[in-house]
């Protein structure tokens, strides 16, 4: 079939030639005259949410493989009118049966930085980190799942850094509520239930050494104190409640626990701390924000 002298028709048995691949037009490597807007670096290019399963090592030394979303990313000199994509994907995929240390991860923010001739590179890996979470007071057990990504940046001159983010989930018992219900319980003998909410907690840190998410979620589980559980019988559920009693927080004081856990730790550089109370009493959120202090830091 012919529309204006075009064949609607794919040919499955067509081979590439390098004479043939030669002539196929190139825009993303051309001219500066064929940029448009203004002829600017750019700070960031890349592609976003590329997944495959990677391998990580855990602390017992066993490898866990997850699957990943990867961000992959590169600076973009004025006068160079794209970056060839692809290269991202393929860089990432000759390096896809190593397990991601740090040393694998340098090599790829290097190479990325070499195969697209680029200044400077970034990537991003975003999992569900499961970790087994022990019951209270019986005898069961089930896997938590953390939001847990990896950053690295390396720059002009090749210095690396790289940081790890964590989402953490708690309970958090107001103890202004929880007086005021004792109060009606008192004077009053009169039931009161003091108010409780999941809360979270957003923890990036910038590590000398790639962190261990074990270790930062022990660290956060120390901390906090109120994770919310996984299996539960009613022995838990009391023991739960009777933690949270343990444990009252406003969330001013879940940020300086976690500030307090996190500043004992050498390999950490840096910090910075998000503790959200997603408030059964109020329609709003309270929240508050830490960071370590380092001189031009995590903000």
């Keep these: 079939m012919h529309t204006n002298g075009l064949k609607r028709f794919y040919d499955p048995t067509f081979t590439i030639t390098d004479a043939y691949k030669n002539t196929l037009p190139d825009l993303q490597n051309g001219p500066a005259s064929l940029i448009e807007g203004a002829n600017v670096p750019i700070q960031q290019v890349g592609i976003s949410n590329f997944r495959l399963p990677l391998r990580y090592e855990l602390e017992d030394g066993s490898v866990m493989t997850l699957e990943t979303s990867v961000d992959g990313y590169?600076?973009?000199?004025?006068?160079?009118?794209g970056i060839n994509m692809s290269r991202i994907i393929r860089t990432f995929y000759d390096f896809k049966e190593e397990v991601m240390n740090q040393d694998v991860l340098e090599y790829i923010l290097r190479a990325y930085r070499e195969n697209l001739e680029s200044k400077?590179?970034?990537?991003?890996?975003?999992?569900?980190?499961?970790?087994?979470?022990?019951?209270?007071?019986?005898?069961?057990?089930?896997?938590?799942?953390?939001?847990?990504?990896?950053?690295?940046?390396?720059?002009?001159i090749g210095k690396m850094r790289m940081f790890m983010h964590l989402d953490f989930e708690y309970s958090s018992a107001c103890p202004c509520s929880y007086e005021l219900a004792e109060h009606a319980r008192k004077t009053r003998d009169v039931a009161a239930i003091s108010h409780s909410q999941r809360s979270i907690a957003n923890v990036s840190v910038e590590c000398s050494e790639l962190a261990s998410p074990e270790k930062l979620i022990r660290t956060l589980r120390e901390a906090l104190k109120t994770e919310t559980q996984v299996m539960v019988k009613r022995e838990d559920e009391q023991a739960f409640a009777e933690l949270n009693g343990a444990y009252q927080k406003f969330v001013e004081d879940a940020a300086r626990l976690i500030y307090e856990h996190l500043d004992k730790q050498d390999e950490i550089v840096d910090f910075v701390v998000r503790c959200a109370h997603l408030e059964s009493l109020h329609s709003h959120d309270a929240v508050s924000r830490i960071c370590k202090g380092v001189p031009g830091g995590l903000r």
């Design 120 to 156: 400077e590179s970034y990537l991003h890996l975003k999992v569900n980190f499961p970790m087994i979470q022990e019951s209270l007071r019986s005898d069961l057990s089930g896997y938590q799942y953390y939001p847990l990504s990896i950053e690295g940046h390396m720059d002009s």
């Design 74 to 81: 590169v600076s973009l000199d004025a006068g160079k009118k």
